[in-house]
């Protein structure tokens, strides 16, 4: 399963000088006699540059396309065409379709050590998992001169590198990948604090459970998590696309046919663009599915001394109370006063909140609050607080 277009001389690692490197580039000067070297090294280092920003600041995933798809009707296992990156940063170009026989494969690899499948009298199941590689390959052979003399005898030398990949299916699920940046993971929830042998916390990790959840604590564990990375240090660099569960095969007369399988692709890193990026961090925090108050249905009545918001969802009615609301105006002279909350009412048919409040406003500007945070907040009627735990904030001027 590769995608090698009319090419040989193939090779999973650099060719010629080893590794890009990205620190050591050339100095031109007036009369300089230029050589092979000197161009290998010119190219190296901007290649260089480019993968040492594609691994640091991207590190290894998919960028477009790469489906795994398990076609029963040809009895193929098939990735799509696509992008994605390694660890060292390198580009995965995957131009045309890859298959492969799920048969002829298990038949080549049925003997290998560690690998387990179930057999009975009419079908063979196994997992397995697709990984792609980066590959160069020599092309474009073109006469050279194999001595450097005067009518030295001539050859033909290779005068491209195409960048390709390799692809392999390997039996079991794709191992576990590390994930960096521990210290942070754990400060947002998304990992466990790791437990020593003694069967307490880790010191590290203790130190970030105890830290707030602020921006200071972000900037300290993230110095930290970098100072921890290395380089990755690899015999090879496969990036796993997806892990095909229970891939069965059918023994017929004529031998094995692909009957089915499911293709699991959420085990593949994957990169989501920046634009994409930037409007998530801007969307409405919905996720976890709590009510969130819509800042365009407020509206305050100075002469009933009333004011009203409406819910995304419904609330629970008893943790509508006056505790969970604030309201202040602010006056050039004074500043902030607070208008006392006498009462708090929820209607669940329209899902909005009321409040009435004493005596009249001032100044010319109002704050309200109504809380999704702190020891008394909105809840919504699946118990999720208001705003996702963030309290929300409505200013308005007065007219």
């Known amino acids: 399963m590769a995608n090698t277009p009319d090419m040989t001389s193939c090779s999973s690692a650099e060719l010629s000088n080893g590794l890009s490197a990205p620190f050591y580039s050339l100095r031109y000067h007036f009369g300089m006699l230029l050589g092979v070297s000197d161009f290998e090294t010119d190219q190296s280092y901007h290649r260089g540059k480019m993968w040492l920003h594609n691994a640091w600041l991207h590190r290894e995933g998919v960028v477009w396309g790469l489906d795994v798809q398990l076609d029963t009707g040809h009895g193929e296992i098939r990735v799509k ?3 994605a990156l390694d660890q060292l940063g390198r580009e995965l170009h995957l131009e045309q379709d890859a298959c492969l026989s799920a048969a002829a494969w298990f038949e080549a690899h049925r003997e290998d050590a560690g690998f387990d499948f179930t057999e009975d009298d009419a079908s063979i199941t196994f997992n397995a998992h697709v990984v792609i590689r980066f590959k160069t390959c020599l092309t474009r052979q073109v006469p050279a001169l194999s001595e450097p003399c005067e009518g030295g005898a001539t ?3 290779y005068s491209r590198v195409f960048e390709t990949v390799e692809i392999f299916l390997r039996p079991g699920n794709a191992p ?8 942070l993971r754990l400060l947002f929830g998304l990992d466990e604090p790791r437990v020593g042998e003694d069967g307490l916390v880790v010191e590290s990790d203790q130190a970030v459970l105890d830290a707030p959840g602020n921006l200071d604590s972000f900037r300290r564990f993230a110095a930290l998590d970098e100072i921890d990375l290395t380089p990755p240090d690899a015999e090879e660099y496969p990036v796993a696309l997806a892990n095909l569960n229970a ?3 059918s023994k017929t007369g004529s031998g094995l046919t692909l009957a089915g399988g499911a293709a699991d692709v959420s085990v593949r890193p994957a990169h989501v663009a920046t634009a994409a990026v930037q409007e998530l961090l801007c969307g409405k925090l919905e996720s976890r599915g709590g009510p969130v108050a819509d ?5 305050l009545d100075e002469t009933a001394q009333t004011l009203s918001f409406q819910a995304s969802a419904g609330l629970a009615a008893a943790s509508v109370h006056a505790a ?3 309201l202040t105006f602010f006056d050039e002279t004074t500043g902030w006063q607070t208008a006392a909350i006498n009462s708090a009412g929820y209607d669940d048919a329209t899902r909005t909140v009321s409040i009435s409040f004493a005596g009249p406003l001032g100044g010319s500007l109002v704050r309200f609050i109504a809380k999704g945070s702190g020891p008394e907040p909105l809840l919504g009627a699946n118990l999720i607080a208001l705003n996702n735990g963030n309290d929300f904030v409505h200013m308005q001027e007065r007219s």
């Open 247 to 249: 891939i069965t095969l």
């Open 295 to 299: 800042p365009a249905s407020v509206l």
């Open 324 to 326: 969970a609301f604030s």
């Open 81 to 83: 065409p696509g992008l």
């Open 176 to 183: 576990e990948r590390p994930q960096p940046y521990h210290r």
């Open 155 to 157: 050859g033909t030398a």
